[in-house]
């Protein structure tokens, strides 16, 4: 496998297992018990940005990228680029999902009470 090939799985992976701790809720409700967890710690504020999370969870793919390059200084650059390239797939999914629908409804006039005298 090619450094480049290797890179590109990475970014994928970076980006899915990112968007599944950051947005899903995940298979048994896991992500979301684990972000649950998180919040309360000092940990909440990385787990409440994806850029934040991506960073973290691009280290060890960076490690793996920079072990199949074979030098490990690859890491250096390699984590920054891993992260930055979820970041821009998550961006470019963001574009593509349509806007949610905006909903307004006008509140019903309030009843006309007619004063009828007998």
Same mark, same amino acid.
């Given at each position: 496998? $090619? ?7 990475? $970014? ?37 940005? =994806?850029?934040?999370? $991506? ?5 060890? =793919? ?13 890491? =250096? ?5 891993? $992260? ?35």
């Amino acid at each position: 496998m $090619s450094t480049l090939e290797a890179w590109l799985i990475a $970014s994928f992976a970076v980006w899915r297992l990112t968007h599944l701790l950051y947005a899903e809720e995940g298979p048994w409700d896991l992500a979301r018990a684990w972000r649950a967890r998180l919040a309360a710690g000092p940990l909440a504020r990385a787990v409440d940005c =994806f850029n934040c999370l $991506s960073l973290w969870v691009a280290l060890p =793919f960076a490690a793996w990228v920079a072990a199949l390059a074979g030098h490990w200084l690859v890491v =250096f650059a390699a984590w920054p680029a891993l $992260s930055g390239a979820a970041i821009l797939i998550e961006r470019l999914i963001e574009r593509t999902q349509p806007a949610p629908p905006v909903w307004y409804e006008e509140p019903p006039p309030p009843p006309a009470h007619e004063d009828k005298l007998p």
